[in-house]
C-alpha cells in the first residue's frame, strides 16, 4: 500500500484576523421583540427589492407607436427564381456547383430556386456572371419623403442651376 504524505510545519488552525469576537446575527424572534420594545425600526422604500419597473404597463415608446403590422419579409420573385433554375439547367450543373462557383452555401441556392430567399444584390450579381446570363431583379419600392422631393428638384433642373452637387460643396467654376 503507498504511504500518504502527510506534510509537516504547517500550522492548520483556524486563525482570526481582526475581530477577536465574532457576533451571532439577531434570529428574528429576537428582532420581532426589538421591534416591539421601539429599539428598531423599520422603513419601507417605495419600489426597493425588485427589478420590475411600476410604470413600464402604462407608458408606450415611440417604437412602439410607430411599429407597424408588416412583419414579412421581401421574398424573391417566382420569376427570379425560375429564371435561375432555367439557367443552371441549361448550363447543366447542379445546385450544389452553382454554390461552391459562387462561394456561397447549397442552401443559399436552392432557397433562391424554392422563392423563399430574402433577395440579395450581390449574390444575384454572383450567379449572374456564373451562368452568364441577365436575371430579373426585383423592384424596388418608392420611398415617400425626402427622395420624391430630390427627384423632383431634379426634373425641374433646380439642383443644376444652383450649382450644389449632392452632399458636397458647390462646385468650382
Not at 446575527?25 to 428598531?40: D, E, F, W
Not at 459562387?102 to 432557397?111: D, L
Not at 446570363?133 to 444652383?162: D, E
Amino acid at each position: 500500500m503507498p504511504s500518504t504524505y502527510n506534510p509537516t510545519g504547517q500550522d492548520w488552525a483556524p486563525t482570526n484576523v481582526g475581530r477577536s469576537t465574532i457576533k451571532a446575527k439577531p434570529t428574528s424572534s429576537s428582532l420581532n421583540a426589538m421591534k416591539r420594545a421601539g429599539l428598531v425600526t423599520a422603513e419601507k422604500k417605495f419600489g426597493a427589492g425588485g427589478n420590475t419597473s411600476v410604470h413600464s404597463s402604462t407608458v408606450m415608446s415611440a417604437r412602439k407607436l410607430e411599429e407597424t403590422d408588416e412583419l414579412k419579409h421581401v421574398r424573391v420573385d417566382k420569376s427570379l427564381s425560375k429564371a435561375i433554375q432555367q439557367a443552371r439547367m441549361a448550363k447543366k450543373i447542379t445546385q450544389k456547383d452553382l454554390a461552391t462557383a459562387i462561394n456561397e452555401k447549397p442552401q443559399v441556392i436552392a432557397e433562391y430556386e424554392s422563392g423563399k430567399a430574402i433577395p440579395n444584390g450581390q449574390i444575384i450579381v454572383k450567379i449572374e456572371k456564373h451562368l452568364g446570363c441577365k436575371l430579373p431583379r426585383p423592384g424596388k419600392k418608392p420611398s415617400s419623403g425626402a427622395s420624391s422631393s430630390s427627384s423632383g428638384m431634379q426634373k425641374t433642373g433646380l439642383a443644376k442651376s444652383s450649382g450644389l452637387t449632392r452632399g458636397g460643396p458647390p462646385k468650382r467654376k
